[in-house]
């Protein structure tokens, strides 16, 4: 798999629909205690999203933003209107019985789709928070997502058998093309290194993808730079400079991140956790996954057990 593919399945990136809004004159929506990112689409109306410390920006029906962190913010119907708090339990509710949320005054031509992801926390290969704070998708990138938010809104509206399985899966489209849509645009003078923003360098993607291939090989700088055909000063000049660390820094807190990730979701003993990650002595690994997570794997695996095997991810509202 890509790297992108994998840190999207290690950290468990998913979500699920918060709540469908209808809205019509005079309302407004304070976004807060979102656990992960947030995502809004406006399938008719418009709609102002305000930030602290950000100038209002005003939504359009198709217009799609993704808050990569979830920061607080609101939605309303102009700028200067009082917001209240959302109604997370109402949200759900009415999402549960096939229903909207609905706000401010009739008629309410106003409809916005709202998500939000949740990731897990104990993965330390970041991905939301290399993002901006907010990511509006270029209008040439919403052939796809609109198609997208269209069959999503499909599957609110008429509920079958498989939906909260196929609502999840969409989501999960929707944030690859967002991510793939801003990793083609962003400017890279504003991009500061790392993984992801290295995705943009075809030599070092090239590296970053043999390295999530076969994380257990014994990789050096010079078999890595044999394996995408540059010499071991270009690699190393470039790895670092784009992803911000070295090819065997990054190795070994994504060989961790793999390890940890086992640590929680399985009963697997620690020797053969190490060896599927590179290491033939368990003394090794111990002592390299400490300095990664702070404490040994058999102490990691107490205090983090997942509440069940495998990947696990919802959005919540």
């Not at 923003?197 to 994380?215: G, K, Y």
């Amino acid at each position: 798999m890509d790297p992108l593919t994998d840190v999207l399945t290690l950290t468990g990136v998913r979500g699920t629909v918060a709540a469908t809004v209808h809205a019509g004159a005079g309302w407004g929506l304070d976004m807060a205690d979102i656990p992960g990112a947030a995502f809004h689409a406006v399938d008719s109306g418009t709609a102002w999203l305000l930030m602290e410390g950000q100038q209002p920006r005003q939504l359009a029906t198709g217009d799609i933003v993704l808050l990569p962190t979830g920061i607080r913010h609101r939605l309303a119907s102009d700028p200067g209107h009082p917001c209240e708090p959302f109604d997370h339990a109402a949200a759900r509710d009415a999402l549960a019985n096939g229903g909207a949320l609905h706000t401010g005054a009739e008629p309410r031509s106003t409809r916005i789709l709202c998500a939000s992801y949740r990731l897990d926390p104990s993965t330390t290969t970041p991905l939301m928070t290399l993002l901006p704070a907010v990511i509006q998708p270029r209008p040439a990138a919403h052939g796809p997502l609109t198609d997208l938010v269209r069959v999503l809104s499909h599957e609110i509206e008429q509920p079958r058998p498989g939906s909260a399985t196929a609502l999840d899966r969409l989501l999960d489209l929707v944030l690859i093309h967002i991510v793939r849509d801003w990793l083609s645009f962003a400017d890279r003078y504003d991009l500061r290194p790392s993984w992801l923003a290295a995705l943009r360098d075809p030599t070092i993607a090239a590296a970053l993808t043999a390295l999530h291939a076969d994380p257990a090989r014994p990789w050096t700088v010079e078999s890595l730079a044999r394996h995408v055909a540059v010499s071991r000063a270009t690699l190393a000049r470039r790895f670092q400079a784009l992803v911000g660390t070295t090819p065997n820094r990054y190795l070994t807190r994504w060989r961790m991140d793999l390890a940890a990730h086992r640590l929680r979701t399985t009963a697997d003993p620690i020797a053969p956790i190490a060896r599927s990650v590179g290491y033939t002595s368990e003394y090794a690994f111990n002592r390299a996954f400490a300095r990664i997570h702070g404490m040994s794997p058999g102490r990691y695996r107490l205090g983090h057990r997942a509440p069940h095997s495998g990947l696990y991810f919802d959005l919540v509202g």
